[in-house]
DNA sequence: GCCGTTTTCGGCCCGACTGTTTTCAGTCG
């Protein structure tokens, strides 16, 4: 975890050169190399020792050396004496709509503006609006500005944000003959949280679609409505903006507003090279316009082969999309059962059957029902007679049934000395045993984790790192070693479903899967409705690039319930 | 500060909008 806290000083520095006025360009240089810290899957200790540094995109020589300083000493000299005259809470003040860095450089140099109470004040007397470049309206931009800086919500999580989008686009359609019409941004990308809610849609209708859309009944506060753009706040606080292009230019504006931001500007350096222009109305050899209605046709104008929208964070996908080798990813399509479901008998609410109805309905071909064992007080964890029930009224259904099969499952805590709530004679009874840690977060999580691997019943570890993304960073768990366990006895990791799981992340799928590690995606629902959330967990697998064949849900039953592990 | 299908120096993604300006700087996405 080294890396991430490299790219959140780099991520400082940038912030402090960018208020200093230093060369934007070498801003972008540790904006970007943050970036790509963050986002590292291989240790970064690991990397300089084996003198590889200047192999990660973005590291030159003198990062290179920050980087190795930090390692070594936990400072970059360099930079400790300027961090230490700017003030974070100066530096935070950036984070303003409105308010940028020449603008606070300027406040701060002639107003003495230090922090929030000091910006306000100037504000209000009115020394602020005297500033050379400045005038009422932009100050008053920046008033509001506070407002919204200070009522900051929240990141949505993509479990929320979907059916709102979804009951926003079908509102929009319900007006008008819409056939181009697609969320983007980090919503389409499929991120765990979004910060806001792009909805794009190709008409000639712009005004009358924004005068709909602004009149929806969700609508709590209309923040703009124009000719091609309309901004909303939605009744559970969420900004929503629609923009509306011209049909041709739809696949253009698609891929502009689809992002990344990393990987539209790789895109354009690409572009630019072999002498075109990109932007949101087309791909343009000097002012020919040679693509720009559907995305396909903007990638392969330049020469690049499509890529889902979940991988384009440039994380590599561009040079894989060079050489053609984009992978074929998994899709909803593909999984023909959940690993992970609670019914009524333990803490959730459905009867079994009603699960199984409703997993046929989504047209899967087996569901496995995992409730919790008899440790789990605080879910009413099963006791072992109570599991041999189960297993009967299982088995009763089954031979009921038509169409789906339900497999026998227990989600059974890891004890605080690594051995299983349950003995093996009940486990090997069962078609499933999903282990995961419920308590002890602290206590020697990765030895007990590596312990109950070692059991031949455990199939899959549930949430391995037990982050919510809400309210809990997660176990002290080294899940390297875990991946590691995981790849030798042939266990699978659970890519949990929930929205405020998705557990694994996106970035330990991609490493797991480099390790060798077969992945199992569980919903966890505790209610049928929650089966819905099948979606996030796939949607997580293709972020991490895995393909039908990394994921234990492709398998059929027979295959789940014959599972020997290596 | 990084980087090379034009380059080891001179570039570095692109456009809209806004407000403050008489031609453009700052901010945003």
Known sequence: MKSKEIAHRFDQIADVLEFLGENQFKVGAYRKVARTLSDLTEDIEVISREGRLREIPG??????????????????????????????????????????????????????????????RVIEDGSLAGLPGLGEKKVENIRKGIARFEAVK?????????????????????????????????????????????????????????????????????????????????????????????EKAFGAALQY????????????????????????????????????????EVYESLGLQYMPPEMREDRGEIELAREGKIPRLVEVSDIRGDLHVHSRHSDGTGEIEDIAKKAKEKGYQWIAICDHSKSAKYARGLPESEVLKVIEEIEELNGK??????????????????????????????????????QGFKKDVTRRMIRAMENPYLKIIAHPTGRLISSREGYEVDIDAV?????????????????????????????????????????????????EYMRLGVAVARRGWLGPEDIINTSSAEKIKGWKKA
């Open 483 to 531: 991946m590691a366990k995981a790849a030798e006895t042939g266990t699978a990791l659970e890519i949990n479903a929930h929205y405020d799981r998705l557990d694994l992340d996106d970035l330990n799928v991609m490493k797991a899967k480099k390790k060798g590690v077969k992945l199992a995606i569980g919903t966890d629902a505790h209610s049928v409705g929650m089966l």
């Open 154 to 246: 929240e990141r949505i999580p993509l479990g929320l944000a979907l059916p709102l989008v979804e009951t926003i686009m079908a509102g929009l359609k319900k007006g008008f003959k819409i056939t181009m019409i697609s969320p983007a941004g980090s919503l389409r990308r499929m991120r765990e949280t979004v910060g806001d809610i792009d909805i794009l849609v190709g008409s000639s209708q712009g005004k009358k679609m924004v005068e709909v859309f602004t009149h929806l009944p969700m609508v709590k506060e209309i923040l703009a409505a124009g000719e091609t753009k309309g901004s909303i706040i939605s009744d559970e606080g969420f900004q929503v903006d629609l923009r509306v292009v011209p």
């Open 257 to 296: 507003f689809t992002g990344s931001q990393a990987h539209n500007v790789k895109l354009r350096g690409i572009a630019q090279k072999t002498g075109f222009k990109v932007n949101e109305y087309g791909v343009f050899r000097g002012e020919k316009l040679v693509a720009g209605k559907t995305e396909e």
């Open 401 to 438: 049934l038509k169409g789906i099969r339900v497999l026998a499952g227990v989600e059974v805590d890891i004890l605080t000395d690594g051995s299983l709530d349950f003995p093996d004679r009940l486990l090997k009874k069962l078609d499933l045993v999903v282990g995961a840690i419920h």
């Open 59 to 120: 590291v030159g020589e003198g990062i290179a050396q920050h980087i190795i300083e930090y390692l070594d000493t936990g400072k970059i000299s360099k930079y400790e004496e300027e961090l230490k005259r700017v003030p974070p809470e100066l530096i935070q003040l950036m984070n303003i709509p409105g308010m940028g860095p020449k603008t606070l450089a300027l406040a701060n140099k002639t107003l003495k503006v230090r922090n929030l109470a000091d910006l306000k």
